[in-house]
């Protein structure tokens, strides 16, 4: 009678380790979904970050250009100012000679 007392408690014994082992398989599977779904997020974030970067790129290429032709735009105002200049001291003195100056 103690063997089978002593049999039916290790029965009981691993049958709840058998049941607590099938809950953490089940808990591992649960982390392996989760895990999956993470990986899909992260997937789809990368994508949104290459769109963005895309966008910065040309936007950045954009204002790249303008600035160039600004720099165009404006590369010569050194000379006109000089050239202006040496107008202003030519008509002074061609109104101080016609006597016409202010």
Do not use: W, Y
């Amino acid at each position: 009678m103690i063997i089978d007392d002593l049999a039916l408690m290790v029965k009981r014994g691993f049958g709840g380790v058998t049941e607590e082992i099938g809950g953490v398989r089940q808990q591992i599977g649960d982390m392996g979904d989760e895990i999956r779904g993470v990986k899909e997020e992260i997937g789809g974030l990368k994508g949104d970050v290459r769109r963005l970067e895309q966008k910065m790129d040309d936007g950045f290429r954009a204002v790249n250009k303008r600035l160039d032709l600004m720099h165009e735009e404006i590369s010569d105002v050194p000379d006109m100012r000089e050239a202006v200049e040496d107008h202003e001291k030519r008509l002074g003195r061609l109104e101080r000679n016609a006597g016409v100056a202010a």
